[in-house]
């Protein structure tokens, strides 16, 4: 354990005592954290957890988002993404354009496929599954994290099929794990609000449990800065640890700062720095038992993430090709890191870059020995590893 470098008093000196014994924190320091001002002991807090958890190491993945459709049944306030069906803006990509983008996308050395996309009653179920099929078949090494837990809910219902009959064939089309997408906040008088029609907290939770126990992990989002309150926060993050603790499932959880343009809600002001950054630091202290916390550039920038990897942060998202969802939001800060200099952002902050697939395994890709990435990564400190693929032409590489 990290021996604390100062010696911390306030109101926040009970916390940090706990903090340096290693113990859980509770609701009400949870919101204590949120309404501090002591920003700088926060972090310090913050980040003797993440120095504990992961020393220097900095994780990045190198992604391709699959965006396949933009037309959904639903409206939420909070989406600038989805189209009706009807609209001539909607799009679905063919499982062929898929292919191609993969293709592209493998000569640069892609590590995972990121897809989601909005609930089409007009795909048959086989469509996602030649999906998985088809990026494979031209990219085997990379992980597949597929469809958020609304998404499984919706193929569940439209398929009449259970959650754990749609990822046992999912499974065998290729599927990794899950992301974390469709959380919002996990508080269902909030998501009457900014997502009504959408699943209930307690099914994006069971969803996600279910999942943990076929054998795929998942992330888990946070989507703060709309109507929520501080304590709404707290409640979400103890209702993932309660799941975590009895599952170990959820990989990472993903804070995202709401972006109002181009959605229902376009008056509501976009979220400061520091709330920000509280935002990382509580994420670190209250869930103890999730092992990343991850931030994604394109909702915040380069430079605050550099910071906030003093604030708890331990991955940085990715490259993020053709992501297509939060851009509709208007969340684009114009730096579009590449690989290379997302990994010399990450020195400049005193860290040590590693890349990853989903699934948080380090270094270049080896199958039977033989480097198969065509882009292998250069300078990165992380260790090659050796991942046990099935052979080369086959489907479900890379499962868990
Ligand atoms: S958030 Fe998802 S479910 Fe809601 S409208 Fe957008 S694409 Fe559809």
């Given at each position: 354990m990290t021996a604390f470098k100062f010696k911390v008093s306030g109101p926040l000196a009970p916390i940090a005592e706990k903090v340096r014994r290693g113990e859980r924190l509770d609701r009400e320091d949870g919101v204590a954290l949120f309404k501090t001002n002591d920003i700088f002991t926060l972090g310090y807090l913050a980040n003797q957890v993440r120095d504990r958890v992961h020393g220097d190491k900095t994780f990045y993945t190198h992604t391709l988002h699959v965006n396949y459709s933009n037309a959904c049944v639903l409206d939420c306030a909070l989406c600038a993404y989805y189209r009706p069906l009807d609209s001539e803006?909607?799009?679905?990509?063919?499982?062929?354009?898929?292919?191609?983008?993969?293709?592209?996308?493998?000569?640069?050395?892609?590590?995972?496929?990121?897809?989601?996309?909005?609930?089409?009653?007009?795909?048959?179920?086989?469509?996602?599954?030649?999906?998985?099929?088809?990026?494979?078949?031209?990219?085997?090494?990379?992980t597949i994290k597929a469809f958020t837990a609304v998404e499984i809910d919706f193929f569940s219902k439209k398929f009449r099929m259970t959650v754990e009959e749609i990822y046992r064939r999912l499974g065998?089309?290729?599927?990794?794990?899950?992301?974390?997408?469709?959380?919002?906040?996990?508080?269902?008088?909030?998501?009457?609000i900014v997502c009504k029609g959408k699943i209930s907290a307690a099914r994006w939770l069971e969803v996600h449990e279910i999942g943990h126990r076929a054998g795929f992990p998942s992330n888990a989002t946070m989507l703060y800065g709309h109507v929520e309150t501080l304590e709404d926060r707290v409640d979400h993050m103890l209702k993932l640890r309660g799941v975590q603790d009895r599952t170990q499932g959820f990989l990472a959880f993903v804070p995202l700062s709401f972006h109002a343009e181009n959605t229902a809600m376009p008056d509501l002001k976009?979220?400061?720095?520091?709330?920000?950054?509280?935002?990382?630091?509580?994420?670190?202290?209250?869930?103890?038992?999730?092992?990343?916390?991850?931030?994604?550039?394109?909702?915040?920038?380069?430079?605050?993430?550099?910071?906030?990897?003093?604030?708890?942060?331990?991955?940085?998202?990715?490259?993020?090709?053709?992501?297509?969802?939060?851009?509709?939001?208007?969340?684009?800060?114009?730096?579009?890191?590449?690989?290379?200099?997302?990994m010399e952002m990450i020195r400049?902050?005193?860290?040590?870059?590693?890349?990853?697939?989903?699934?948080?395994?380090?270094?270049?890709?080896?199958?039977?020995?033989?480097?198969?990435?065509?882009?292998?990564?250069?300078?990165?400190?992380?260790?090659?590893?050796?991942?046990?693929?099935?052979?080369?032409?086959?489907?479900?590489?890379?499962?868990?």
């Open positions: 803006e909607a799009y679905t990509f063919s499982v062929e354009q898929m292919a191609a983008q993969a293709e592209a996308a493998g000569k640069l050395g892609v590590r995972e496929f990121h897809i989601t996309g909005g609930l089409n009653p007009k795909l048959p179920f086989e469509y996602y599954e030649n999906m998985f099929r088809g990026l494979r078949a031209k990219v085997p090494w990379a065998e089309a290729g599927l990794n794990c899950l992301p974390g997408g469709g959380a919002e906040i996990l508080v269902d008088r909030v998501r009457d976009p979220t400061t720095g520091i709330e920000d950054l509280k935002v990382y630091a509580v994420s670190r202290l209250m869930l103890d038992n999730v092992p990343h916390i991850k931030l994604l550039w394109t909702y915040v920038g380069t430079k605050l993430l550099q910071v906030a990897l003093d604030f708890g942060v331990d991955d940085v998202g990715s490259t993020n090709m053709e992501e297509r969802i939060v851009k509709a939001a208007g969340a684009d800060h114009g730096d579009r890191p590449t690989r290379d200099e997302l400049h902050a005193g860290r040590t870059p590693c890349e990853v697939d989903s699934l948080y395994r380090e270094g270049p890709v080896q199958m039977a020995g033989e480097l198969v990435a065509p882009s292998p990564v250069v300078g990165t400190e992380c260790r090659p590893v050796d991942v046990a693929f099935g052979d080369k032409t086959g489907d479900g590489v890379a499962r868990r």
